[in-house]
């Protein structure tokens, strides 16, 4: 049953997905709602990573899980940025509170 | 069952161990743990993929890096970042969250039901043999500089610009909204608060009396 095909990795890969789309939308807290974000891109990198197994001619999912990789980085680091402001602004970290733009 | 269909197995149960973990932890600490472990599953299951060096990517910047910047920020906000959030609409959207992943389980564990269904094993795509140096850093690292070198250069200019962009918008705003004192008179030099944050307090030796109505004239 565990055996190793590429519809067990998409998947496994849809599952991880879904748990952190789950996340970000039941989660108040926007620290887990980044970490949230965070499982979503490497859902994505899994699936690019297995097809590219299946497809071994050439390497493009491997070139494009690296530049996911890299993005995600840079949103981590600004999405952090972000939080840190947020804090120092509202003393929270919950998104229930961001309601400056609530008309 | 193989070698391989074991860490298959025992990578796949990490992975979605911490994800659940992650995403339903009350202590976000707990949830920085449970995305680790789904970083270090996902790694595993790189390397079964044959992507040796997106394994070791995987493990220096989401491991290394990327985690560690969330404890980092969870630590700087200590408590405040676990203050559970008492609103009443958790109970609708945590039913509304539960039956949405319930309904695209479903319908994935149906979509990859629908692909065993008939002919057993035999509608599965197996993976064949892929060549020895697949995934290597050698190979990886040829496709990246010669049809991905410009995306490679886009890519370190916008590392550089969100680096800038994150020190920019943390930075602490002290420094431009501290108030300048305007000394237009010597008797300025005295009058008023000696800083900004004492200007609504009063001098405890001073009889209750606040500082501001010295310089109010």
């Known amino acids: 049953m565990l055996s190793d095909t590429l519809e067990h990795y998409v998947l496994l890969s849809a599952l991880i997905f879904t748990i952190g789309g789950v996340g970000f939308l039941v989660r108040r807290n926007v620290l887990v709602q980044l970490m949230s974000i965070e499982l979503m891109l490497n859902s994505v990198n899994l699936l690019l990573v297995a097809f590219n197994r299946v497809h071994g001619e050439t ?10 990789i890299a993005v995600a980085a840079a949103e981590v680091a600004v999405g952090l940025a972000i939080i840190l402001s947020y804090y120092r602004l509202k003393s929270t970290v919950y998104t229930d509170e961001a309601d400056l733009m609530r008309h | 069952m193989s070698a391989g269909d074991l860490l298959f197995g025992l990578c796949a ?21 449970g995305l680790l472990t789904t970083i270090i599953g996902i790694a595993g299951l790189f390397l079964k993929l044959r992507a040796e060096f997106l ?14 910047l969330f404890v980092f920020v969870l630590m700087l906000l200590g408590a405040d970042a676990r203050a559970p959030a008492r609103s ?23 979509s990859a039901g629908g692909a065993t269904g008939e002919g057993g094993q035999s509608g599965l795509t197996r993976f064949r043999a892929v060549s020895a140096g697949h995934g290597s850093v050698e190979a990886v690292g040829t496709e990246l500089f010669s049809k991905g ?3 490679f250069e886009l890519a370190s200019a916008l590392l550089i610009v969100a680096v800038i962009g994150a020190i920019a918008v943390a930075r602490s705003r002290q420094g431009s909204v501290r108030a300048k004192k305007v000394i237009r008179s010597p008797r300025d030099l005295f009058a008023g608060p000696v800083h900004p944050r004492d200007a609504g307090r009063p001098l405890a030796s001073d009889g209750g009396r606040p500082l501001r109505s010295e310089g109010a004239e």
Request: proline fraction near 3%.
């Open chain 1, 59 to 68: 390497m493009s999912g491997q070139v494009f899980a690296f530049f996911i």
């Open chain 2, 149 to 151: 070198i410009f995306a």
């Open chain 2, 13 to 33: 149960v990490a992975c979605l161990a911490g994800a659940i973990t992650t995403v339903s932890a009350q202590n976000p600490i707990r949830g920085a743990m």
């Open chain 2, 88 to 110: 009443g609409r958790s109970g609708p959207s945590r039913a509304i969250g539960g039956g949405l992943f319930a309904v695209m389980s479903l319908l994935a564990l149906i």
């Open chain 2, 55 to 68: 394994t070791a990517i995987q493990l220096i910047v989401y491991a290394g890096a990327v985690v560690v």
